[in-house]
């Protein structure tokens, strides 16, 4: 009886730990300005958003890398779990750039085109009563 309990364990825990194991994806992110040159030592911010998981009572797996692009403009994240990433690209002389991606596959390359940034500009202010 003790031994058919254990086992009974034993399976619980390991259908646990697989149903609880996460897949993930290694993500490359380019980018480019707008002549489609590569931009080297662009700020790279990946923040992993993805929902919260049973197994873990609420809690997510709170992960957030900064790298820099190299000189061909390429940053290579290690794997991360798949779902919900935002991906942040801060570079000097370009706009920045952030949209959320839904990653659901073993490899994604996320390709990102910086533009120059804008010329400011003021409101113009109310009219001056003469």
């Not at 002549?35 to 923040?47: E, G, Q, R, W, Y």
């Not at 049973?54 to 000189?71: D, F, P």
Request: proline share 8%; glycine share 4%.
């Amino acid at each position: 009886m003790a031994l058919r309990i254990r086992l009974w364990a034993a399976l619980f825990i390991t259908c646990c730990v697989l149903w609880a194991r996460t897949p993930e994806t290694r993500i490359t992110v380019i980018v480019t300005n707008q002549h489609d040159k590569p931009v080297s030592n662009a700020t790279v911010i990946l923040d992993f958003l993805g929902s919260h998981q049973i197994m873990k009572l609420g809690k997510r797996k709170a992960v957030h890398w900064e790298l820099h692009t190299n000189q061909e403009g390429i940053a290579h994240f290690p794997p991360i779990p798949q779902g919900a990433v935002q991906v942040q690209v801060i570079s000097e002389n370009h706009q920045t750039f952030g949209q959320v991606f839904d990653i659901d596959t073993p490899e994604k390359n996320i390709t990102v085109k910086l533009n120059p940034p804008q010329r400011q500009y003021t409101a113009n202010p109310e009219p001056k009563q003469k």
